[in-house]
């Protein structure tokens, strides 16, 4: 079959050699480069829930504040960094490569979740967020910063929770960051807007967050 396929190309060129070549065929047009988005970014450094576990990440609230920023006709572009399961520690240790990949305008800092998951003390919780926000601070341009204050879990006593639920307040009034006190008010608790763990919000829930949120964030876009 091969020699078969040889011989009538063989023929083919030596009939066809008195004759023009085809003109040569044009490749066919390569996709335009991507176009660099040169919007003020705002980025959101969180855990599973800024992620959207369990979610389409279009469902997630970082996306959700992407429609709110451009139905205002603000001029941000919103950059999810949330990694599922990270506590505090874990936020600080990217927080420079972070910083280097695009510097933000505004930082939406969520940690914290899962120290409290794990029992892990407050001081160090309050140690990490603290240098988190003063490293961002040291950013040229500065960046406006949000932090959002979470709760721990009720069965590691009400000693715990007070301490946990204050290092957010101090470290906000310290740092001069817009403060949520409470990002999963109105979600933690009810069965509807959380997932069957209990513990991460549905895409209904997500809508909650992102309302709460944008109360505090839209000022602060405002202002820059």
Same mark, same amino acid.
């Given at each position: ?51 959207? @576990?369990? #979610?389409?990440?279009?469902? =997630?609230? +970082?996306? *959700?504040? !992407? ?8 001029? %941000? ?67 406006? @910063?949000? #932090?959002?204050?979470?709760? =721990?879990? +009720?069965? *590691?006593? !009400? ?8 290092? %957010? ?56």
């Amino acid at each position: 079959m091969i020699r078969f396929l040889t011989a009538s190309l063989v023929l083919t060129v030596v009939a066809c050699g008195s004759q023009q070549s085809p003109p040569p065929i044009d490749p066919p047009p390569s996709a335009p480069p991507a176009v660099a988005d040169s919007r003020p970014p705002i980025l959101f450094v969180g855990t599973s829930i800024t992620a959207g @576990l369990g #979610l389409d990440p279009a469902d =997630a609230f +970082p996306a *959700l504040i !992407q429609l709110k920023v451009d139905s205002a006709g603000l001029d %941000y572009s919103v950059t999810n960094a949330g990694v599922s399961g990270e506590t505090s520690a874990g936020a600080l240790r990217r927080t420079d490569w972070l910083f280097r990949q695009d510097t933000p305008s505004v930082l939406v800092l969520e940690t914290g979740a899962n120290d409290g998951l794990r029992g892990q003390d407050p001081d160090s919780l309050e140690a990490n967020i603290r240098a988190i926000l003063l490293r961002a601070s040291e950013l040229r341009p500065k960046p406006r @910063l949000v #932090l959002v204050g979470m709760e =721990a879990p +009720p069965n *590691l006593g !009400q000693n715990y929770t007070t301490r946990f639920r204050e290092v %957010y307040r101090r470290v906000a009034g310290e740092t001069g960051a817009a403060f949520v006190p409470f990002l999963l008010e109105g979600v933690a608790g009810v069965d509807s807007l959380n997932q069957g763990d209990g513990i991460h919000p549905t895409r209904e829930g997500h809508h909650v967050i992102a309302e709460t949120l944008w109360s505090v964030l839209r000022p602060v876009l405002l202002e820059r």
